[in-house]
C-alpha cells in the first residue's frame, strides 16, 4: 500500500494516542479523549479562561466544557468567575490536578522522544516546520 500524507497523519494520530492512553492506563490516570491536552495546557498557565483553553487545543467550546466538567468533578480542576463576569469562566488546577498534569505531560514527552527516536535534531524542526504549516492551512 502506497503511504499518502492521509494514511499517515491518520497511523501517526492513532499511535500517538493509544501509546499515551496505554501508558496512563499503567500510571492508573484513566482520563477521558481530550483531557490530556488540557492537562498540558492547563500546567503552562495559573488561570485560564475556557475560551482561551479552547483555542489552544483546537477543541470545540462545547466539548471543552464537557471535558472540564468531569475533570471538575475528579477534583483536578476549579472554575469561577472573575470580576462579577458570569459569562466568562476561570479554569485552574487543583494540588491533584497539577500533579496529574505534571504525570500526563511526562508521559506525553516520553511517547514524543519515542517517536523522535533516530531522527535528527535538524529533520525534527523541519517536520515541525512543516507540520505547523499543515497545521495553519487546516485552521483557516
Do not use: W
Not at 13 to 30: P, T
Not at 36 to 44: M, R, S, V
Not at 56 to 65: D, F, H, K, N
Amino acid at each position: 500500500m502506497k503511504c499518502t500524507y492521509r494514511s499517515l497523519m491518520l497511523q501517526n494520530h492513532l499511535s500517538y494516542q493509544k501509546k499515551v492512553y496505554d501508558r496512563l492506563s499503567k500510571n492508573n490516570l484513566s482520563l477521558s479523549i481530550g483531557q490530556p491536552k488540557i492537562f498540558d495546557f492547563l500546567l503552562d498557565c495559573d488561570e485560564c479562561m475556557q475560551k482561551d483553553i479552547a483555542l489552544g487545543c483546537q477543541i470545540e467550546p462545547a466539548s471543552v466544557t464537557s471535558v472540564l466538567l468531569q475533570m471538575e468533578q475528579k477534583g483536578y480542576i476549579f472554575r469561577r468567575n472573575k470580576n462579577g463576569n458570569r459569562r466568562s469562566l476561570y479554569v485552574s488546577l487543583t494540588e491533584v490536578g497539577e500533579k496529574t498534569a505534571k504525570k500526563v505531560r511526562e508521559i506525553m514527552e516520553e511517547v514524543e522522544k519515542d517517536a523522535l527516536n533516530g531522527i535528527s535534531g535538524e529533520e525534527i524542526e523541519e517536520l515541525i516546520f512543516l507540520l505547523s504549516k499543515v497545521n495553519e492551512n487546516l485552521i483557516k
